[in-house]
């Protein structure tokens, strides 16, 4: 089956330390993205990768990392400089990102700082 | 910032037709509507896009308006399972510029 995994569903941290989420795509798309999910909240896009070795800045990067080594896997690192790192984040890719419109993302990972 | 205005719930009875509504007023001429829901603990998942035309697929159908100042998605014989978060959302079609995803609105599907 063609999709996106992230892994694991639930991550638990102790306030200070890097993390880092799982994306992985074998749906051959080019562009991946990362959003973070706030409760009641609207989904806000952190980074954005069109291409291997690429990546761009979204609304709310700071305190995160990314990189794009291979075209199937796009992982986000939440650092310790995240101030609210508690949060359900969500990968998505598209054909590229001229169909961004066509998003397909995964299932989530709720992060649990404390 | 969205460009967009939802309510930020409805409910809908089973059966029923679901007409979620969405104002964007400042719209551009090459900004398109699209529409995506989000199951509780899911991803989002895209349900239908347009341009000025009203659209329809196996999910739902689009009416923009012809002043294209809103639109409304509506879900035809709502059942239990599209109770969700309604996502609308305008942007350009040019690959430049990734989506803004507003609040939505919690559409509730009654039995």
């Known amino acids: 089956d063609g999709g996106i995994t992230q892994s694991p569903k639930y991550l638990f941290r102790k306030e200070g330390q890097n993390v880092t989420l799982s994306c992985e795509q074998n749906?051959?798309?080019?562009?991946m993205y990362w959003y973070r999910q706030d409760p009641g909240q609207g989904l806000r896009l952190i980074y954005y990768?069109?291409?291997?070795?690429?990546?761009q800045k979204g609304d709310i990067a700071e305190g995160y990392s990314v990189s794009r080594e291979k075209k199937e896997s796009f992982p986000l690192t939440v650092t310790s400089a995240q101030k609210n790192p508690t949060a359900f984040y969500l990968c998505?890719?598209?054909?590229?990102?001229?169909?961004?419109?066509?998003?397909?993302f995964g299932p989530g990972t709720r992060l649990t700082v404390t | 910032d969205a460009k967009t205005t939802q309510p930020p719930s409805m409910d809908c009875a089973e059966g029923r037709a679901a007409n979620l509504p969405c104002n964007h007023s400042?719209?551009?001429?090459?900004?398109?509507v699209y529409w995506y829901r989000q199951i509780h603990s899911q991803g989002p998942q895209y349900i239908i896009h347009?341009?000025?035309n009203n659209e329809t697929n196996e999910m739902a159908s689009l009416i923009i308006t012809e002043d294209r100042k809103s639109s409304t998605l509506i879900l035809p014989h709502a059942t239990l399972r599209d109770t969700a978060v309604y996502y609308c959302?305008?942007?350009?079609?040019?690959?430049?510029?990734?989506?803004?995803f507003g609040k939505g609105t919690r559409l509730s599907v009654i039995a």
């Open positions: 400042t719209i551009s001429g090459n900004e398109y």
């Open positions: 990768s069109q291409i291997v070795n690429d990546f």
């Open positions: 749906l051959n798309h080019d562009a």
């Open positions: 347009g341009l000025k």
């Open positions: 959302i305008v942007s350009p079609n040019s690959g430049n510029t990734p989506l803004v």
């Open positions: 998505a890719s598209s054909i590229d990102l001229d169909r961004d419109y066509e998003q397909y």
